[in-house]
């Protein structure tokens, strides 16, 4: 189904674009459907569509990636300077904890990627 958001899945929010994310990150067929919630028929038929249409999708896919950059450049312009000041705010008391394991799972993911 084409919506303003591009091409989804019939009665979901989700496009071919978030397929081609995990696609792109050589993520298997079971693991897109478990973590996109949509069933073997659903994915299988997004898949089917893709390799109908490679040329197109993966323009379209370019172009929605650097569309996404942008926004994302922009953003980070503009409330720059608020994250900055954000990032000075010390802690709440009794939050120490938590904060550790939070720097920790992102020094993980961070590693990773």
């Known amino acids: 189904m084409l919506t303003e958001r591009g091409l989804t899945i019939a009665g979901t929010r989700i496009t071919i674009y978030d ?67 954000i990032a000075t705010i010390p802690p709440k008391p009794g939050t120490e904890a938590i904060r550790a394991k939070l720097q920790a799972s992102k020094a993980l993911l961070e590693s990773k990627a």
Request: a negative charge; aromatic letters at 10%.
């Open 19 to 85: 397929i081609m994310d995990y696609l792109t990150a050589q993520y298997p067929p079971h693991f897109i459907s478990s973590m996109l919630c949509l069933t073997d028929e659903q994915l299988q038929a997004a898949l089917s569509y893709i390799e109908a249409h490679r040329p197109e999708v993966e323009a379209e896919y370019q172009t929605v990636l650097t569309e996404a950059e942008t926004l994302q450049k922009y953003w980070e312009a503009k409330n720059g300077p608020l994250l900055a000041r």
